[in-house]
């Protein structure tokens, strides 16, 4: 048996305040004013029959299946086109009625192949229910006339097939393709009978534009655009919502089962984050949980040259336990640490934490986050006063100007992105701040009003001259200034910006931004309308980017755009559980939170849950670590779900350090790029194999759930808990639950939120406490989290990362939309067939003076290393800039990157590294190094000593 279907309304909502009163088959229903007639019906329960109809659509009315009749009205108007009115009459059934819907079924069966038994949609197909529906018993017209039965498939697209022999062109995959998705990938070509489903021009679907988000898959009604899992492995038999681990958008999903194996992954209509939409990692990308390479034993070695030898739990975490106190013994009470990860749970990043400050006895923890939003979290937190974006992802609806700056969202936040090129469509206005074109700038009916098309590594200097067009101009909101923010802070702020050397014309030299487009968007940003503030990676990872978010906000409140929906300062968080990751406290410096170490108050009440004494001193940020590794005073680390080898800057000196310490725990899935240094792993769990919960960019916290049982045997936070209790920490839950209920316990914004909660209200934005028991959607509405608005004077300091003839181009790096961070779980899918390889991207006036040609190996050199990868010429790039992504870990792309940091944080300046690019005949000399050690790696792992069963 088949899983039921959502419910389909068969229209959209309407948003209308405006109520109608209407009769249906003698039944009064009120519905706001502009709802369909098959909505108005199908609320009190009347569900006319539909094919081309579906609520995440607007209506279409080309299958005339709805028909229905409505007094003093003429003919059969389709229901899902026809919009109610007061005092309407409308008959949904009659004998007429029933004859018009069996003719139109007829038609479609009579050109539909006849193998329902054996079709993978056989019991989830609407074009079988709707024969039921309609009562059809015949068909008259016969088999044999002109058909599509013969049309060939399309299989060409890993995850989903296309059998437009089974298409009855209801055109509902064309519209999801544009109105939910927003890549116009598909049009029916031909007319009448000829009519069919085409990719492009006439290409297949791998061929095509499409990004394979899913989102036909989800709106055709038949079994010709269908998952190959469901073709494979057949129907599911039970589902659980839970939420993606890839992205910062935090979609919800209902992962379809079979057992215990999931069957395939359906984006949730009633998601929060995503109403029912997804991208292709978190829709079709899952199947790295089962991949061979998992490993499933804990495993142990006293030297990283020799073989692994599988061992019990209780082996494998006696054996870290004992070595990280005798590290202690020898080396001090500060020489170990631990780094959390922003794609494990809250739960078990809190409890990593909590695991260094109460088990170890020391602060030196910290994240990933370290390295992408740790700027967010300072400059959000002076400025505003809390380390946390301002809206829904929702509020984009409201916006009409989006300044997108440093933040690729279409590859970056697929699904978020998808809801802005809506809201483009709608006719919101575009600023994009990047040195690329990426495809907001230009893309099927979306164009930017303003693409300042900057050098890397000049934000402040062009977030400065935004600002001092708007206060130069009077276009300062001074009585939202007055009322809300700290006047005196606002009045250094306005001076210093209000200098002539801040002017648009001034800073042209150093952005190249022309001072007249800088103008332009400054004027749009502050009387457009609401705007709204988007911002990635290109912003924080910078030396300045601190800076940076502050001069963002001072843009906010300057202008009162803050404070209401359609607004705001939004960072686009990168990986699944960034924000909650800094959330529970896993910077050396902040207690869960946001509460620094020194403050006693906050340490005297975790003290007292945890029944230790805290240092107040904050601990070693990552740099500060290997730094210490390498002066040999930092001996012994636990990471849980973070690849530093890969994922952090100048890999040569994280190496190095690695290499330096004498225990090094690693608790992941595979053997990741740190492993490979490491003496302990730990076999860490999917997402799929554990309860918890993340929190995305939203503040949205969101269950995870448990739909199969782990491979290892354990979830992350039992090991964690293991792991303490053998280093003489005592820890005791027995579920995730119990965890967040310690957390609410001890951190304020987090004091109302539960898992009977979460089951109540599917997920909650923090803070969640008693002044806003059900969450807080939009932050600082009647006044800042830290009282009054603080501006924040934000002086450009050129970045010392300098180009020079030596190193003539600069390298800035990001993600696409197929991969995922170090790649360890998307390379290991089937999106490799979109992304095999990281590629230097290179503009045409750059390769040629350089003599290299698209597909050529180049040498990219910089101070810090060389790397050797392949050259892909475009013209998304400005001459002087090249860009690469980093998800394959020989690419060595952090080879090159140095260790400039941000001044406040220490977050890497990813984004601006000088280099030379050469045409070369062979991998770089650490490539070849990393090659030999990363198969020796394997080898020893090939070898390892098997556990007795
Ligand atoms: S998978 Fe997405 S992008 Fe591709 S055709 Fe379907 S809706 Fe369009
Ligand atoms: S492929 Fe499916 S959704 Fe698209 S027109 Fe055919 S039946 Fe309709
Ligand atoms: S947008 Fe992000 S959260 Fe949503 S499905 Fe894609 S990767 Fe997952
Ligand atoms: S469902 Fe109304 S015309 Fe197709």
Redesign the pocket.
């Known amino acids: 048996m088949s899983l039921p279907r959502d419910k389909d309304y068969g229209t959209p909502v309407s948003a209308s305040d405006n109520q109608i009163t209407l009769e249906i088959d003698g039944f009064q229903v009120r519905v706001p004013e502009g709802t369909s007639v098959m909505r108005a019906a199908s609320s009190i329960g009347i569900e006319i029959p539909k094919?081309?109809a579906t609520d995440s659509l607007e209506p279409f009315g080309s299958c005339r299946l709805c028909v229905v009749q409505v007094e003093g009205g003429r003919g059969y108007p389709a229901s899902c086109t026809t919009p109610v009115y007061e005092g309407m009459k409308v008959q949904t059934q009659n004998d007429k009625l029933a004859q018009i819907r069996r003719g139109v079924m007829e038609l479609y069966i009579s050109d539909h192949p006849l193998d329902c038994l054996t079709c993978s949609a056989n019991g989830n197909c609407e074009?079988q229910d709707m024969a039921g529906t309609v009562g059809l018993r015949e068909v008259r017209f016969g088999y044999e006339g002109k058909n599509h039965l013969k049309s060939e498939k399309d299989l060409s697209n890993p995850y989903f097939a296309?059998d437009?022999s089974?298409?009855?062109?209801?055109?509902?995959?064309?519209r999801?393709c544009e109105e939910t998705q927003g890549t116009y990938a598909?049009t029916?070509d031909g007319r009448g009978f000829d009519s069919v489903?085409s990719p492009s021009q006439h290409q297949s679907f791998m061929d095509s534009e499409c990004v394979s988000c899913g989102a036909?898959v989800q709106?055709?009604?038949?079994a010709?655009?269908i998952e190959k899992g469901i073709v494979e492995k057949g129907q599911p038999d039970h589902s659980i919502v839970t939420t993606c681990a890839y992205c910062g958008v935090g979609c919800s999903f209902k992962a379809e089962m079979k057992g215990s194996e999931v069957v395939r992954m359906v984006p949730d209509k009633n998601g929060q984050a995503n109403h029912g939409h997804s991208c292709v990692k978190g829709r079709f990308a899952f199947g790295y949980a089962t991949h061979p390479d998992r490993i499933t034993k804990p495993m142990i070695r006293d030297n990283i040259g020799d073989p692994w030898r599988e061992v019990s739990w209780e082996e494998a975490v006696d054996y870290a336990a004992r070595r990280f106190k005798e590290i202690q013994g020898k080396y001090g009470r500060d020489s170990v640490g631990g780094i959390t990860s922003s794609r494990c749970t809250n739960e078990e990043t809190y409890l990593v934490q909590k695991l260094v400050r109460a088990g170890f006895g020391n602060n030196n923890v910290d994240t990933c986050a370290r390295v992408c939003h740790s700027p967010t979290g300072y400059g959000l937190k002076v400025t505003l006063g809390e380390s946390a974006g301002t809206q829904t992802f929702d509020s984009v609806m409201k916006a009409d100007v989006i300044m997108v700056i440093g933040a690729n969202p279409t590859d970056g936040h697929p699904v978020f992105g998808s809801q802005m090129k809506r809201r483009l469509r709608q006719g919101a206005k575009l600023i994009v701040a990047d040195p690329r074109n990426i495809d907001l700038v230009r893309s099927p009916h979306v164009q930017a009003d303003y693409h300042l098309k900057l050098r890397p590594g000049t934000n402040v200097a062009l977030i400065n001259a935004l600002a001092h067009v708007i206060v130069t101009e009077g276009l300062v909101n001074e009585d939202f200034v007055e009322a809300r923010c700290d006047t005196r802070e606002y009045a250094k702020w306005k001076a210093f910006v209000a200098q002539e050397r801040n002017s648009p014309e001034a800073m042209a030299a150093v952005t190249g931004v022309a001072a007249e487009l800088v103008r332009g968007a400054a004027r749009l940003y502050a009387t457009g309308g609401n705007a709204a503030i988007y911002y990635g990676l290109g912003v924080t990872e910078h030396s300045q980017g601190s800076t940076m978010v502050m001069g963002i906000a001072n843009l906010a409140m300057a202008t009162a755009n803050i404070g209401r929906e359609g607004v705001g300062v939004n960072p686009l968080r990168g990986q699944n559980n960034v924000q909650g990751s800094c959330d529970m406290g896993s910077f050396p410096h902040e207690l869960p939170g946001y509460r620094h170490v020194s403050d006693p108050v906050a340490r005297a009440l975790v003290e007292s849950v945890w029944g230790v004494q805290l240092q107040p001193e904050p601990g070693l940020r990552i740099p500060n670590m290997f730094a210490a590794a390498l002066d040999g005073s930092f001996k012994g680390l636990y990471l849980e779900g973070e690849d530093i080898a890969q994922s952090d800057p100048d890999t040569q000196h994280v190496h190095a350090a690695l290499r330096a310490m004498e225990c090094v725990v690693v608790q992941d899935l595979f053997l990741n790029e740190t492993a490979k240094f490491a003496h302990v792993f730990l076999p860490g769990s999917s997402f799929l194999e554990k309860n918890g919960t993340f929190t995305n960019a939203e503040r949205r916290i969101s269950p995870v759930r448990k739909v199969m049982p782990p491979l290892g045997g354990k979830e992350d936070w039992e090991i964690t808990v293991m792991l303490s209790n053998a280093l003489g920490y005592p820890m005791q839950y027995d579920h995730p639950s119990q965890i967040m209920d310690e957390i609410a316990r001890l951190t304020p914004s987090f004091a109302g939120v539960s898992y009977a909660k979460l089951d109540q209200l599917g997920s909650i934005q923090w803070p969640c406490n008693a002044q806003a028991p059900e969450g807080t959607p939009v932050m600082h509405i009647e006044e800042f989290v830290r009282g009054k608005g603080k501006f924040a004077v934000t002086e450009y300091v050129p970045t010392t990362e300098r180009t020079s003839s030596k190193y003539p181009l600069i390298l800035t790096t990001g993600r696409i939309l197929s991969h995922y961070n170090v790649g360890a779980q998307t390379r290991r899918t089937q999106n490799v067939a979109w992304h095999q390889e990281d590629r230097l991207e290179i503009h045409p006036h750059d390769a040629e003076d350089r003599g290299i040609r698209d597909g050529d190996w180049v040498g990219i050199r910089s101070r810090a290393g060389e790397t050797v990868l392949r050259a892909l010429i475009t013209e998304r790039m400005q001459p002087g800039v090249v860009y690469t992504t980093f998800h394959f870990p020989e690419s060595g792309a952090n080879v090159i990157t140095t260790d400039n940091s941000d001044w406040a944080t220490n977050c890497p300046e990813y984004k601006v590294t000088a280099v030379q690019v050469m045409p070369v005949s062979q991998p770089s000399q650490w490539q070849q190094q990393y090659r030999a050690f990363s198969e020796r790696q394997l080898d020893l792992l090939e070898q390892r000593t098997v556990a007795d069963a």
């Open positions: 094919l081309c074009l296309f437009p089974k298409c009855i062109v209801c055109s509902r995959c064309v999801a598909l029916i489903v036909c709106a055709c009604p038949t010709t655009l």
